[in-house]
């Protein structure tokens, strides 16, 4: 079943702007984490926040966790054309060595 | 990071024929896997948990007779789509986890996926 929804579903930006992506979810977490997918090919991971952490940078990335709310945001700052894709949050429960549950992802399209 | 491999990356096949599909953890053991279907621009759907020497788990709504899942050994689970239907055109996704050092919780890797095309 599908845990994650981010939003917005679809999201269009100029280059140089910052993208942000939500992502709720709807039981306990051990952990949350975004990926990318450019159309048509695999997923590339980009960051893994744990429930006890709140906020996590990586590059240009931002994730932010708020486990009170169930939710999660993704922050791309100075976005660049390469950075269109798809974005995916995921989440992964307690019970230890479960499969990921998807969200339904956000696409993103940055305007050279 | 630990690599997934699958292959083939993509394939074309007839309508009723049978397609099998390979995941392969290169660097690492896997004792369990898991099969993500995603039909274009959707999100990944789980379909089953591979386990290693033992059944899948499916999830509702996946038919276990129609996709055939042999996890024969700690590198290697295929996925075998029988008799398909154009309506199994899809983009299929294995992933595994390094339960060594990263435990039960570490990061999850994915195979570049396989395109599925049923004529």
């Known amino acids: 079943s599908q845990q994650g929804e981010e939003d917005p579903q679809a999201l269009s930006i100029q280059e140089g702007e910052n993208a942000t992506m939500n992502c709720s979810y709807k039981t306990s977490i051990n952990n949350l984490q975004w990926y990318r997918q450019n159309s048509g090919r695999g997923l590339v991971h980009l960051i893994l926040?744990?429930?006890?952490?709140r906020e996590k940078h990586s590059g240009r990335l931002r994730v932010t966790l708020d486990t009170s709310k169930k939710s999660s945001s993704l922050l791309i700052t100075a976005s660049r054309a390469a950075d269109t894709a798809s974005y995916f949050c995921?989440?992964?429960?307690?019970?230890?060595?479960?499969?990921?549950?998807f969200g339904k992802g956000t696409r993103l399209s940055v305007i050279a | 990071g630990a690599v997934v491999s699958q292959h083939p990356s993509w394939v074309i096949c007839k309508s009723g024929t049978s397609v099998k599909i390979e995941c392969r953890s290169l660097?690492?053991?896997?004792?369990?896997m898991f099969w993500y279907r995603q039909f274009p621009k959707k999100s990944l759907m789980l379909m089953a948990t591979?386990?290693?020497?033992?059944?899948?788990?499916?999830e509702q709504g996946v038919e276990k007779d129609k996709f055939l899942i042999n996890h024969a050994s700690l590198t290697l689970s295929t996925l075998t789509v029988t008799s398909a239907h154009p309506e199994d055109s899809s983009f299929y996704i294995c992933?595994?986890?390094?339960?060594?050092?990263?435990?039960?919780?570490?990061?999850?890797?994915f195979g570049p996926g396989t395109r599925l095309t049923v004529l």
């Open positions: 591979s386990n290693e020497g033992s059944k899948a788990t499916y």
């Open positions: 995921a989440t992964a429960t307690n019970s230890g060595n479960t499969p990921l549950v």
């Open positions: 992933s595994a986890r390094d339960p060594f050092p990263g435990g039960p919780w570490a990061e999850q890797f």
């Open positions: 926040i744990r429930s006890n952490e």
């Open positions: 660097d690492f053991q896997a004792t369990t």
